[in-house]
């Protein structure tokens, strides 16, 4: 079936340095994206999402780029902090289909070096 | 405070017990759902809701079974468990057609 998976499984970044985190998908029928962040110990936590018809969106300190050509997302973080070691997840969902049923991919670690 | 409390947060139980991990919100959210979660898997869908009394089978049903009677209440049941299920699993809601999901702590489930 269709996946989503993600490049690095750990990313490795110092303080007040950009992180880029990517992501592959291979369903061209999804409609939006979603970037989750899961802390340690805790459940995943909304990010930012992007629609299919968006190649890019901003949040604080936030950015999402999508590139459907080679269906490929990225989450970049600036200034990259302590506070942001986690592990990211990107989330896919096909609207016109199936509302309600995700693909995550399995998580890259992000480590924040002082 | 808006939340999603899912009980218990660890469980450890012996192979065939039937169990239950309760979910609840209290956002007034259509959509619910459960996911296992496993390493270097990621999250895998189990089951969803679009609303009371509406389900749907996720990509790793087998073995699983859900009810949504009440809008807020969304329970996961596990009638005979095996140890291919310990894992670590979520609950989360959301609005229908929402991207922001809003998930539980987590029941860690162990079966031996």
């Known amino acids: 079936g269709e996946s989503v998976g993600l490049h690095l499984p750990t990313l490795s970044v110092q303080e007040g340095d950009n992180s880029i985190i990517n992501c592959a998908y291979s369903?061209?029928?999804?409609?939006?994206f979603i970037w989750y962040k899961q802390e340690s110990g805790k459940g995943p936590q909304f990010i930012i999402d992007?629609?299919?018809?968006?190649d890019k969106r901003q949040g604080q300190r936030v950015t999402v780029l999508l590139n459907k050509t080679v269906k490929h997302l990225s989450l970049q973080i600036a200034a990259t902090q302590p506070g942001d070691s986690a592990v990211y997840f990107c989330?896919?969902?096909?609207?016109?289909?199936?509302?309600?049923?995700?693909?995550f991919g399995a998580g890259t670690q992000v480590v924040v070096t002082p | 405070e808006a939340q999603v409390t899912q009980n218990p947060r660890y469980l450890i139980t012996v192979t065939g017990k039937k169990l239950t991990v309760t979910c609840s919100q209290n956002?007034?959210?259509?959509?619910m759902s459960w996911y296992r979660q496993d390493p270097g898997l990621g999250l895998r869908q189990i089951y969803y809701?679009?609303?009371?009394?509406?389900?749907d089978k996720g990509d790793v049903p087998e073995g699983y079974k859900v009810s949504r009677k009440e809008k807020r209440n969304f329970p996961l049941i596990l009638e005979s468990p095996s140890p291919n299920q310990t894992s670590l699993y979520f609950c989360?809601?959301?609005?229908?057609?929402?991207?922001?999901?809003?998930f539980g702590q987590g029941t860690r489930l162990t079966v031996v």
């Open positions: 369903n061209s029928a999804s409609d939006y």
């Open positions: 956002m007034n959210h259509e959509y």
């Open positions: 989360a809601s959301s609005f229908v057609g929402g991207t922001e999901a809003f």
């Open positions: 989330a896919e969902n096909e609207v016109t289909d199936s509302w309600g049923k995700f693909q």
């Open positions: 809701s679009m609303n009371v009394e509406v389900t």
């Open positions: 992007i629609r299919s018809n968006m």
